[in-house]
């Protein structure tokens, strides 16, 4: 069984991939586009993830993305996020 990373390092990480991907997840919440359990099944999947490394060596290189890396857990998300 794989433990789960930090919550707030994972908090942070999840904000700047949507950051990073032109999502503002404020606006979502506000807009009812993403409600706050879904908020943080996005942080608990991301806790989950084995490619911590790679995302934040991606985020640091690359401020800016068309979409999320293929292994993001919250890929799909980000993308539905980003047309809504």
Aim: with cysteine.
């Amino acid at each position: 069984m794989q433990t789960l990373g930090d919550a707030r390092e994972h908090f942070w990480r999840v904000i700047k991939m949507a950051k990073a991907c032109d999502v503002d997840l404020s606006t979502a919440l506000d807009e009812d586009r993403i409600n706050i359990a879904e908020y943080s099944d996005m942080i608990t999947g991301c806790r989950g993830c084995v490619q911590v490394e790679r995302c934040d060596k991606l985020l640091a290189d690359m401020p800016r993305v068309d979409q999320a890396p293929e292994y993001c857990v919250n890929r799909e998300t980000f993308s539905e996020l980003r047309q809504g």
